[in-house]
């Protein structure tokens, strides 16, 4: 009969916090616990058998024993995919991070999420074998505020309910998706939306098969789609997502390289 302290589960780790010397709480994202938190000892030793399958954004199975708290001791672990491109380069590493970032922040503690826990394994899959890494995170961006109750109303204006008609729209957070031109009018703070950025962003939305994200798109509609989508995430959140920050220094220095 199986020990009902001790229990397994495959897991996505999305945060690492130091303690003491060696010690460390490791948050992880599961399939059917949700959010959950576990202890490592001396994680940060040389010797440590585990700390190469408990590396951030690396999909593993990991095994607990039960504590009196509300954090449980990690007794073994497994690496299932490290997703190795995203160790190998700091841009991809930094594109991960923001995932992980997004993910605790719209998930609570042990509460289950199925179909988030596989979108953000096929979007770290994505990050590591599609082109266009920009567009993979606008597609898990807006499936993650689908899944978190936030989706935003693309197809008719939020305020008057009509049909939006092919022109300059605007995107007002507050009201939580597009408005047309007159209603705008009325609103203290909004995106001005192109008729291409809107045709993405609704093609992204409508589609679970993350193939949307090979579209050909140019830097000035990337960015675009970017700051819309930052500004919306900044007004649910009331903060800066922290690596989305640090994002945009590293695209702007890769830019400059690149004129």
Same mark, same amino acid.
């Given at each position: 009969m199986p020990d009902p302290r001790e229990y397994q589960t495959e897991a996505i780790v999305i945060k690492k916090t130091k303690l003491g010397e060696a010690d460390t709480i490791l948050t992880f994202f599961t399939p059917r616990l949700?959010?959950?938190?576990?202890?490592?000892?001396?994680?940060?030793?040389? @010797?440590? @058998?585990?700390?190469? +399958?408990?590396e951030l954004l690396t999909h593993s199975t990991v095994s607990f024993s039960r504590g009196r708290g509300n954090i449980d001791t990690i007794t073994g672990a497994q690496t299932i995919n490290a997703f190795l491109p995203l160790r190998n380069d700091l841009w991809l590493t930094s594109c991960g991070l923001y995932i992980a970032e997004l993910v605790h922040q719209f998930t609570s503690e042990r509460q289950e999420n199925q179909p988030l826990f596989l979108l953000t394994l096929e979007t770290l899959e994505r990050l590591c074998h599609e082109e266009n890494k920009d567009l993979v995170l606008r597609w898990f961006e807006l +499936?993650?505020? &689908?899944? %978190?109750?936030?989706?935003?109303?693309?197809?008719? !204006?939020?305020?008057? +309910? @009509?049909?939006? &008609?092919? /022109?300059?729209?605007?995107?007002?957070? %507050?009201?939580?998706?597009?408005? !047309?031109?007159? !209603?705008?009018?009325?609103?203290?703070?909004?995106? /001005?939306? /192109?008729?291409?950025?809107? @045709?993405?962003?609704?093609?992204?939305?409508? +589609?679970d098969d993350p193939s949307a994200v090979r579209l050909k798109i140019d830097e000035a509609l990337a960015h675009e789609l970017e700051n819309v989508l930052s500004g919306y995430f900044r007004y649910i959140l009331e903060r800066e997502v922290k690596s989305a920050a640090w994002l945009d220094k590293l695209r702007e220095q890769r830019l400059q390289l690149n004129r």
């Amino acid at each position: 009969m199986p020990d009902p302290r001790e229990y397994q589960t495959e897991a996505i780790v999305i945060k690492k916090t130091k303690l003491g010397e060696a010690d460390t709480i490791l948050t992880f994202f599961t399939p059917r616990l949700g959010k959950i938190q576990g202890f490592a000892k001396s994680l940060r030793k040389p @010797k440590s @058998k585990m700390a190469g +399958h408990l590396e951030l954004l690396t999909h593993s199975t990991v095994s607990f024993s039960r504590g009196r708290g509300n954090i449980d001791t990690i007794t073994g672990a497994q690496t299932i995919n490290a997703f190795l491109p995203l160790r190998n380069d700091l841009w991809l590493t930094s594109c991960g991070l923001y995932i992980a970032e997004l993910v605790h922040q719209f998930t609570s503690e042990r509460q289950e999420n199925q179909p988030l826990f596989l979108l953000t394994l096929e979007t770290l899959e994505r990050l590591c074998h599609e082109e266009n890494k920009d567009l993979v995170l606008r597609w898990f961006e807006l +499936h993650l505020l &689908e899944s %978190a109750g936030y989706q935003p109303q693309l197809k008719q !204006c939020v305020i008057c +309910h @009509k049909d939006l &008609e092919a /022109t300059n729209n605007y995107f007002s957070p %507050a009201a939580g998706g597009l408005l !047309c031109p007159a !209603c705008n009018l009325n609103q203290p703070f909004s995106y /001005t939306l /192109t008729v291409n950025a809107q @045709k993405v962003l609704r093609l992204l939305q409508g +589609h679970d098969d993350p193939s949307a994200v090979r579209l050909k798109i140019d830097e000035a509609l990337a960015h675009e789609l970017e700051n819309v989508l930052s500004g919306y995430f900044r007004y649910i959140l009331e903060r800066e997502v922290k690596s989305a920050a640090w994002l945009d220094k590293l695209r702007e220095q890769r830019l400059q390289l690149n004129r």
